[in-house]
């Protein structure tokens, strides 16, 4: 897929510098464009929506990464993922 090769390209995203703010634009400015062009013209099945999702939320994840709770180190679950995207 080509959004991939888009992401890993850039390494600003992996930086440890960079804010999770500007990672966020990097993605919704550079990776996200990428990944949808062309979109007016596609016929999505269930399975590339679900591919599409899928992309999303590991690009997501990359960026927010895990969160700590009780000691133990977890991922984030797809609902707080998309509580922390979505307010």
Do not use: H
């Given at each position: 897929?080509?959004?991939?090769?888009?992401?890993?390209?850039?390494?600003?995203?992996?930086?440890?510098?960079?804010?999770?703010?500007?990672?966020?634009?990097?993605?919704?400015?550079?990776?996200?464009?990428?990944?949808?062009?062309?979109?007016?013209?596609?016929?999505?099945?269930?399975?590339?929506?679900?591919?599409?999702?899928?992309?999303?939320?590991?690009?997501?994840?990359?960026?927010?990464?895990?969160?700590?709770?009780?000691?133990l180190?977890?991922?984030r679950?797809?609902?707080?993922?998309?509580?922390?995207?979505?307010?």
């Amino acid at each position: 897929m080509i959004g991939n090769k888009a992401y890993y390209a850039n390494k600003l995203v992996n930086s440890r510098i960079i804010s999770r703010n500007s990672k966020l634009q990097i993605y919704r400015t550079l990776v996200r464009p990428v990944v949808t062009y062309g979109s007016e013209s596609w016929t999505l099945t269930m399975e590339e929506e679900r591919a599409l999702a899928v992309f999303k939320r590991k690009i997501l994840l990359k960026i927010y990464g895990p969160v700590k709770e009780n000691k133990l180190w977890r991922i984030r679950r797809n609902d707080k993922l998309e509580a922390i995207i979505n307010p």
